[in-house]
């Protein structure tokens, strides 16, 4: 058997820009942010203290890169005025508990041969040790929180004690600083007002990209990660028209870049045209599906959209509110799940709703049926079930167990009536 390979080099310079932890060298289109975020930080570096600071916006708007970026120059410019600073960084969707973060923090400031142990130390020895060693650093100290809102609810010492340690006493000298990042727009209504009020002294929005800064950011990267002329003309400025349509995510404009890339080296071609970025736009598409499907949605959410399937592609039913929750109540009887209220299917609708599965249409049904919702399918029903046949961990849903998920290929008309 020949190699099933292709021959390496032919259409890829280098993968690792495209990396989740690469730090360009370069920060592109996102002058505003940074100047703002040195407004921020001005005080750091001339050893007056660091300020709060809260960063939002929606996934792959540059919030994380700016602000890896923004460190490495906060860390730079404090040692060049030799004024000594610590910048902590966290992700909290790694450490998505304040007990992981403060372990998290404390090694961070511990020598490799004295690490607090994973179990064992309470949060108030935590507490008291992160304190212990923070009063003896020399300098104020920086820390990042990205990802935030991953953390749980008792996050009121972290966001409001911590910051304020130096005015309560619980620190000597140390000024302590903490930048929050979200992309949750529900976030900051959900904070306590003090933990508000202290968090967001200075808040930084980052706004979705356009398609020209797609366009340059694509073009970057595409120098980067590509062999000179291998792009075809054009295909840089439709992967960042797609991603400017959906949500401006440069990260979601990379991916298509890259998958065109993947899918161009795959038909041993000598470009990566505009064709290898249609179908990589269905599959990044087909992707984005299943993840929803499989790890964003809730179980009750999960049993909501199937009978929302159902009643989407059989031509006799009509996927209206009062039909789901019939369905709805049957999946549940069929694999044992408690039934929710009709109020709560309907919130669950929602939430698929604004993860871009669902439409929602109000009809007046005449006199006999009132007014009621329609809730039709904005992805293929057969991506839907595709998702719902797999756990997130790839084991068998309990759908599939209790064999309520059609294969896309049979004869599923007979069989989903029997759940009407
Ligand atoms: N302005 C930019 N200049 C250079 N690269 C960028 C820029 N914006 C985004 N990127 C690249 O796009 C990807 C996504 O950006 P980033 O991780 O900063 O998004 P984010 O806003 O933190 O998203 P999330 O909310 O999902 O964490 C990264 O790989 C990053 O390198
Ligand atoms: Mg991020």
């Given at each position: 058997m020949d190699s099933p390979f292709d021959e390496p080099g032919k259409i890829f310079?280098?993968?690792?820009?495209?990396?989740?932890?690469y730090t360009p060298e370069t920060i592109l289109c996102r002058e505003d942010e940074v100047s703002r975020y040195s407004e921020a930080l001005q005080d750091v570096i001339e050893g007056f203290g660091p300020n709060n600071v809260f960063i939002y916006g929606q996934t792959g708007n540059g919030k994380t890169v700016v602000t890896k970026k923004m460190m490495q120059f906060l860390r730079a410019e404090a040692a060049q005025h030799d004024v000594p600073v610590t910048i902590l960084e966290i992700n909290c969707n790694k450490d998505d508990s304040i007990f992981s973060v403060l372990i998290s923090l404390v090694n961070q400031l511990r020598p490799p041969d004295d690490q607090v142990p994973e179990q064992g130390p309470t949060k108030g020895f935590l507490w008291s040790t992160l304190y212990d060693e923070l009063d003896d650093l020399e300098g104020d100290v920086v820390v990042v929180l990205d990802e935030?809102?991953?953390?749980?609810?008792?996050?009121d010492k972290l966001l409001y004690e911590f910051p304020r340690a130096r005015k309560m006493g619980s620190l000597e000298d140390t000024r302590v600083g903490v930048i929050g990042i979200s992309n949750n727009h529900m976030f900051k209504d959900s904070l306590d007002p003090r933990v508000k009020s202290t968090l967001c002294e200075y808040e930084i929005f980052f706004s979705p990209y356009d398609a020209t800064e797609l366009t340059d950011i694509l073009q970057h990267y595409g120098d980067l990660v590509?062999?000179?002329?291998i792009i075809d003309e054009g295909v840089i400025q439709l992967c960042a028209a797609r991603a400017a349509q959906e949500q401006g995510d440069a990260r979601e404009a990379l991916d298509l870049l890259e998958t065109a890339g993947n899918i161009a080296r795959k038909h041993d071609a000598g470009q990566v045209t505009k064709a290898h970025v249609e179908e990589a736009g269905s599959r990044v598409e087909e992707q984005r599906v299943l993840t929803i499907v499989r790890e964003q949605l809730t179980s009750q959410m999960k049993l909501a959209l199937l009978a929302t399937a159902f009643l989407n592609i059989d031509d006799e039913a009509s996927p209206r509110a009062k039909n789901i929750y019939q369905v709805y109540e049957n999946i549940c009887e069929v694999c044992g799940y408690e039934p929710r209220s009709k109020r709560r299917v309907n919130d669950f609708l929602d939430s698929i709703r604004l993860y871009g599965l669902l439409e929602r249409d109000e009809r007046n049904l005449g006199r006999a049926g009132g007014r009621s919702y329609i809730h039709t399918l904005e992805v293929s029903p057969e991506l839907v079930f595709e998702g719902l046949k797999q756990d997130q961990d790839g084991s068998e849903s309990t759908l599939e167990r209790y064999d309520l998920v059609p294969d896309p290929?049979?004869?599923q008309q007979a069989r989903l009536m029997s759940y009407v």
């Amino acid at each position: 058997m020949d190699s099933p390979f292709d021959e390496p080099g032919k259409i890829f310079a280098d993968k690792r820009p495209l990396d989740e932890d690469y730090t360009p060298e370069t920060i592109l289109c996102r002058e505003d942010e940074v100047s703002r975020y040195s407004e921020a930080l001005q005080d750091v570096i001339e050893g007056f203290g660091p300020n709060n600071v809260f960063i939002y916006g929606q996934t792959g708007n540059g919030k994380t890169v700016v602000t890896k970026k923004m460190m490495q120059f906060l860390r730079a410019e404090a040692a060049q005025h030799d004024v000594p600073v610590t910048i902590l960084e966290i992700n909290c969707n790694k450490d998505d508990s304040i007990f992981s973060v403060l372990i998290s923090l404390v090694n961070q400031l511990r020598p490799p041969d004295d690490q607090v142990p994973e179990q064992g130390p309470t949060k108030g020895f935590l507490w008291s040790t992160l304190y212990d060693e923070l009063d003896d650093l020399e300098g104020d100290v920086v820390v990042v929180l990205d990802e935030i809102d991953m953390l749980g609810a008792d996050n009121d010492k972290l966001l409001y004690e911590f910051p304020r340690a130096r005015k309560m006493g619980s620190l000597e000298d140390t000024r302590v600083g903490v930048i929050g990042i979200s992309n949750n727009h529900m976030f900051k209504d959900s904070l306590d007002p003090r933990v508000k009020s202290t968090l967001c002294e200075y808040e930084i929005f980052f706004s979705p990209y356009d398609a020209t800064e797609l366009t340059d950011i694509l073009q970057h990267y595409g120098d980067l990660v590509f062999r000179d002329g291998i792009i075809d003309e054009g295909v840089i400025q439709l992967c960042a028209a797609r991603a400017a349509q959906e949500q401006g995510d440069a990260r979601e404009a990379l991916d298509l870049l890259e998958t065109a890339g993947n899918i161009a080296r795959k038909h041993d071609a000598g470009q990566v045209t505009k064709a290898h970025v249609e179908e990589a736009g269905s599959r990044v598409e087909e992707q984005r599906v299943l993840t929803i499907v499989r790890e964003q949605l809730t179980s009750q959410m999960k049993l909501a959209l199937l009978a929302t399937a159902f009643l989407n592609i059989d031509d006799e039913a009509s996927p209206r509110a009062k039909n789901i929750y019939q369905v709805y109540e049957n999946i549940c009887e069929v694999c044992g799940y408690e039934p929710r209220s009709k109020r709560r299917v309907n919130d669950f609708l929602d939430s698929i709703r604004l993860y871009g599965l669902l439409e929602r249409d109000e009809r007046n049904l005449g006199r006999a049926g009132g007014r009621s919702y329609i809730h039709t399918l904005e992805v293929s029903p057969e991506l839907v079930f595709e998702g719902l046949k797999q756990d997130q961990d790839g084991s068998e849903s309990t759908l599939e167990r209790y064999d309520l998920v059609p294969d896309p290929d049979e004869a599923q008309q007979a069989r989903l009536m029997s759940y009407v």
